[in-house]
C-alpha cells in the first residue's frame, strides 16, 4: 500500500498536471493558428519558364548557345525529332520545347536542382520530373545516332591526307576511355575511385575521324581500366560491340595490347603529340615517327571527349542522382553530341576542338600507358600469340613504308 500523501506533495502534483495540460493546450492553439496563415508562394517571378524560353529563342543567338550549348536550328530540329521517335508530348503545364530546354540548361549548366527551380520558376518536383523524362527520351535515341561506321568506305580525314594515306587506309576509327565524374553510394564507393582517387565512373567510346561516336558504353566504375572494359565489350554477344572485318582495325593507345583489329602505338618509344612536340630533336627513327603519325590520327577520340566535355560540364561535376540515371545522363550527352555534329556544322566548340593536331585539356584519371588492373594488357594469352605476331608484322609494314616515303 502507498504511502499516503501530504497536502503539500498533493499541490505539486496538481500544478504539474495544470502545466502539462495547458501546454498542450497552448501548442494545438499555435499549430491551427499556423495552419490558418496563407502560404507565401515563392515562385513569383514576372518572367514565367515558357517566357524565359521564348527569350532564349528570338534574341541575340549567342544568348542561347551559352545557355544551352546550341543554336536555334539544331534545337528546333531536336524538337521534331523528338516529337517523331518518341513519346513525348506538351504536358498539362509545360511545352515540349521548354521541357527539353530546361533538361539541355541542367547538362550543360551543370545546375542543380535549385538553380533550376529559380532559373525555370518551377517546383523542384516538376523539374526533377520533366528531367528524368527526357532523360529516357534521349537516351533511348543512341541506336539511332549512334552507329557503326562505314567499314567499307576509306575515311576522307585519311584518304586525303598524304600523313596518313596509304598507311591507315585500313583504319575505321579510334578507341579509348574516360572517366567522368560521379556519385557513388558508400558502400561500393571504391569501385569507382580512379587513379586519382576521385569517384568517377568509366566510359568507353569509339569515334569516327568526323568527331563522331559510332559506340559507346557508360557506368563502368572507375577503378576498371580501359583494357577490362574493352575485353567485356568483346567477349558479350550482346554489347552491340562492332568489330572490325578482316584487315580492318581501329587505334588504340598503348595501354592496349597490338591485335587484329586494334592497332597499338609502339611501346617505350615517345608517344603523345605534346611529348613530340617539346622535343628539341623533333622525331628520330622510323618508330617514333610512326607513333607521332598513329597519335596524330587518334587523337580524333581525345577531341571528340573534350567537346563532349566542354559542351556538358555536369560530366566533370556530376550532381547527385542515381547510379542508373547517371549511365543515362552520360548517354544523353554522347547522343546530342552526334546530333549536333551531325545538324550543325558550324559549332563553335566543333570548330574549336575539330582541327588535327588541336590537343585538349588532359585527362587526369585517364588510363593511357597505364597497366591493367591484373598486371598485363588485353589478349596477352598464349593462344593468342600468332595473332598478336601478324598484328606486329602488319604495324612494322606500315612503319616502314611510311618512314622510307618521309625521307
Excluded at 246 to 264: E, H, I, R, T
Excluded at 295 to 314: H, M, T
Aim: with cysteine; glycine share 6%.
Amino acid at each position: 500500500m502507498c504511502a499516503s500523501r501530504t497536502p503539500a506533495e498533493w499541490d505539486e502534483t496538481f500544478e504539474m498536471f495544470v502545466d502539462m495540460t495547458l501546454g498542450y493546450m497552448a501548442l494545438n492553439m499555435g499549430q491551427r493558428y499556423l495552419n490558418r496563415i496563407e502560404r507565401l508562394p515563392m515562385h513569383t517571378s514576372i518572367r514565367t519558364g515558357h517566357e524565359y524560353m521564348l527569350e532564349l529563342l528570338n534574341q541575340h543567338p549567342d544568348r542561347m548557345f551559352n545557355k544551352i550549348r546550341m543554336y536555334r536550328p539544331c534545337f528546333e530540329m531536336l524538337i521534331q525529332v523528338l516529337r517523331q521517335q518518341t513519346a513525348l508530348q506538351n504536358s498539362r503545364y509545360l511545352t515540349l520545347e521548354e521541357q527539353v530546354m530546361i533538361f539541355v540548361y541542367v547538362i550543360s549548366q551543370k545546375a542543380t536542382n535549385r538553380m533550376a527551380m529559380e532559373d525555370w520558376q518551377h517546383s523542384g518536383s516538376t523539374i526533377s520530373v520533366v528531367f528524368t523524362r527526357i532523360c529516357k527520351a534521349i537516351a533511348s535515341l543512341s541506336q539511332t545516332f549512334i552507329t557503326a561506321p562505314n567499314f567499307a568506305a576509306i575515311p576522307d580525314e585519311i584518304r586525303w591526307n598524304p600523313k596518313y594515306y596509304p598507311y591507315f587506309q585500313n583504319c575505321v576509327g579510334a578507341i579509348d576511355g574516360t572517366h567522368i565524374a560521379a556519385h557513388a553510394p558508400a558502400d561500393v564507393a571504391n569501385n569507382f575511385r580512379g587513379r586519382k582517387s576521385t569517384v568517377t565512373s568509366n566510359m568507353l567510346a569509339i569515334c569516327s575521324f568526323d568527331m563522331l561516336f559510332t559506340y559507346v558504353v557508360t557506368g563502368w566504375e572507375g577503378a576498371v581500366h580501359d583494357s577490362r572494359v574493352l575485353t567485356t565489350q568483346l567477349e558479350d554477344p550482346t554489347s552491340g560491340f562492332p568489330h572490325p572485318p578482316p584487315g580492318k582495325y581501329y587505334l588504340v593507345d598503348s595501354g592496349y595490347s597490338n591485335k587484329p583489329g586494334f592497332l597499338a602505338p609502339f611501346r617505350n618509344v615517345p608517344y603523345h603529340l605534346r611529348d613530340a612536340r617539346r622535343r628539341a630533336g623533333g622525331i628520330n627513327g622510323p618508330t617514333e615517327l610512326f607513333n607521332y603519325r598513329h597519335a596524330s590520327l587518334r587523337n580524333c577520340i581525345e577531341r571528340c571527349f573534350g567537346v563532349l566535355k566542354a559542351r556538358f560540364p555536369i560530366l566533370r561535376y556530376m550532381t547527385n542522382f542515381s547510379l542508373i540515371r547517371q549511365r543515362e545522363i552520360a548517354m544523353c550527352c554522347c547522343v546530342l553530341h552526334n546530333f549536333i555534329r551531325l545538324h550543325n556544322r558550324g559549332d563553335p566548340l566543333f570548330d574549336r576542338y575539330g582541327v588535327d593536331g588541336v590537343m585538349p585539356p588532359p585527362d587526369s584519371d585517364s588510363d593511357d600507358d597505364a597497366p591493367s588492373s591484373s598486371g598485363t594488357t588485353r589478349g596477352e594469352g598464349a593462344n593468342s600469340r600468332n595473332d598478336n605476331n601478324f598484328a606486329n608484322d602488319m604495324r612494322d609494314r606500315i612503319m616502314f613504308e611510311m618512314y622510307l616515303n618521309n625521307n
